[in-house]
């Protein structure tokens, strides 16, 4: 079981990119599957969520409306399309799986969460 988190970069204020979260040795869309980003001295933080059940998604309001989460399941992966990119969106990006049936909710803690990848490191700036 492994994720493998590609697609980062250094990209100026305004612009877009597409992480991918990649799975192998598993079908990632038996999962529910999540995008969070960890920027230096703060917290790791919730960024987009795909749901198991029926691919319902939740994202924080920091992002709504310039990240969009989606499920590629012929590439077994779930890509974070990222518009509109902002100096405050620099950070690390971690994508990782649960099986907990509200771990989307932000309510619940990030340990519902079992595996993650590595992380991606995304810089915005000019």
């Known amino acids: 079981v492994q994720l493998q988190a590609s697609g980062g970069g250094l990209v100026q204020p305004g612009g877009s990119l597409r992480l991918s979260c990649a799975a192998s040795?598993?079908?990632?869309?038996?999962?529910?599957v999540g995008w969070f980003r960890q920027a230096p001295g703060k917290e790791r933080e919730r960024v987009s969520c795909i749901r198991a059940s029926d691919s319902s998604t939740s994202t924080a309001d920091s992002v709504k409306g310039r990240f969009t989460i989606f499920r590629d399941n012929a590439k077994n992966a779930v890509d974070l399309q990222m518009n509109s990119l902002k100096p405050e969106d620099t950070a690390i990006y971690y994508c990782a799986t649960s099986r907990h049936i509200y771990a989307c909710s932000a309510s619940q803690p990030q340990t519902v969460f079992t595996s993650w990848g590595q992380g991606t490191q995304v810089t915005v700036s000019s």
């Open positions: 040795g598993f079908a990632l869309r038996g999962y529910t």
